[in-house]
């Protein structure tokens, strides 16, 4: 059975220092980065170009399904690969995919390549998001994980909330295809 501790109530100080560790908030801010490439694409622009190349609402859901797909499948993966290749090179490998995928969706020609970009972009999420959740937490005390986790979710949920928020005024701006191409230069410039 497991070993039940008395609740201690988290300090504003304790805060203070977990939100400025930097091996806590790096992985965090990166996992943000990621959110805002796939909330502004998949869920975002994509089904709209798809719509653009002819595609049905059906295939347009597909490819959401497939592109979650994969990401569950790459999060399925992830652990292994952090333990052969390490932690911060499937991060790499995360960033250099998603932007790859970006940019594969701003000279998308045709559907096949809209779907090969979606693909990556899922593979991207899936191989990256896991270890930076993990990379946030692992060197903090048992005792402020939840702490650190709930760091974690805040600051991502930005990347959430920014993809369609700050996707749409750069589209207004420059256009779809030019906000994925600044996306992708954004993504992997932050990600290195």
Do not use: C
């Not at 399904?65 to 990401?71: L, M, P, R």
């Not at 970006?102 to 593979?123: E, H, I, N, Y």
């Not at 959740?133 to 005390?141: A, E, P």
């Amino acid at each position: 059975a497991e070993e039940r501790r008395p609740r201690k109530q988290p300090s504003l100080g304790s805060l203070g220092r977990l939100i400025s560790r930097r091996d806590v908030l790096l992985p965090s801010l990166l996992s943000a980065v990621t959110q805002y490439g796939v909330w502004m694409s998949t869920f975002g622009y994509i089904p709209l170009i798809a719509a653009e190349l002819g595609a049905s609402g059906i295939t347009s859901s597909l490819m959401v399904s497939v592109n979650i797909g994969v990401q569950t499948l790459a999060n399925l993966a992830a652990s292994g690969l952090t333990r052969k290749i390490g932690s911060r090179a499937l991060v790499y490998i995360g960033f250099v995919l998603m932007s790859l995928g970006l940019a594969g969706v701003a000279l998308a020609p045709s559907m096949a390549v809209l779907w090969v970009a979606q693909l990556t972009l899922g593979l991207s999420q899936g191989l990256a998001y896991p270890v930076l959740m993990g990379l946030s937490i692992r060197y903090v005390d048992e005792e402020q994980r939840a702490s650190a986790m709930g760091l974690h979710q805040t600051i991502y949920a930005i990347g959430m909330f920014s993809g369609p928020w700050l996707g749409g005024i750069l589209a207004g701006m420059m256009g779809i295809p030019t906000l994925f191409v600044a996306s992708a230069v954004a993504v992997l410039l932050l990600g290195l």
